[in-house]
């Protein structure tokens, strides 16, 4: 079972917007709704930022925003900010009743 | 407030077993799954499998299978990996994590090193 497949790096000015897309089959991210992002800063465990495809956990910016068409689920970060910068991963159920993540993708704030 | 604290790093030997305990407060044990995550040195997250403490019902992942055992002790809160046959590719920093749609709650991860 392949990990989702996202870019290795993304970069933003501060200020701007930034979409990681994260591509599966119909058998996980196609198929389900059960898609989650998480930040991780070096060192220390991922965090949630969005789940089941589009919602935001309580207390965090409106600035991450989630969508999904078809196969592929993206992650946007609006008014980009510094404290933006590290890993992202994307997470989707699959058919097996078993979870996958992505391969990860590094945010870089130029 | 939410915490799962998970047991110290280990250094194990190639063929050798490693048991990992994530310890739950904070919340009802029972009425929530724990996921365990596990990331080699520079690499990204790879998902194990997940337990649900009501019952001990486990999933696995097709790469664990045979090789994991998830379990819980309810008298503790407390959730147990094990892994076994480890090989050099098992060093890496073993994540619980807690919920069942979206992993909310994080350990703090053990870091087990496999080195002869």
């Known amino acids: 079972q392949s990990a989702l497949t996202q870019p290795a790096s993304v970069s933003g000015s501060p200020g701007q917007s930034i979409t990681i897309s994260c591509t599966g089959t119909?058998?996980?991210?196609?198929?389900?709704?059960?898609v989650s992002w998480y930040q991780q800063h070096p060192g220390k465990a991922p965090q949630v930022v969005i789940y089941d495809v589009n919602k935001r956990p309580s207390g965090l910016s409106n600035r991450f925003s989630g969508s999904k068409s078809g196969n592929t689920a993206s992650l946007t970060i609006s008014g980009l900010q510094a404290e933006d910068e590290g890993d992202y991963y994307c997470r989707s159920y699959t058919t097996n009743n078993t979870w996958i993540f992505g391969g990860g993708t590094k945010l870089t704030v130029l | 407030q939410v915490q799962l604290v998970q047991s110290g790093a280990e250094v194990k030997k190639p063929g050798a077993s490693v048991k990992v305990s994530c310890k739950a407060s904070g919340y009802t044990f029972t009425s929530y799954f724990i996921h365990w995550v596990r990331q080699a040195p520079g690499q990204g997250l790879e998902w194990m499998g997940i337990?649900?403490?009501?019952?001990?019902?486990?999933t696995y992942a097709p790469k664990f299978q045979g090789r994991v055992t998830m379990s819980t002790d309810t008298s503790t809160n407390t959730v147990y990996m094990e892994l076994n046959s480890l090989g050099t590719d098992d060093t890496a920093v073993y994540y619980c994590?807690?919920?069942?749609?979206?992993?909310?709650?994080w350990g703090q991860g053990t870091l087990v090193t496999v080195s002869s």
């Open positions: 119909s058998s996980d991210v196609g198929g389900y709704k059960f």
């Open positions: 994590a807690r919920n069942w749609n979206f992993l909310d709650y």
């Open positions: 337990i649900n403490p009501s019952g001990g019902k486990t």
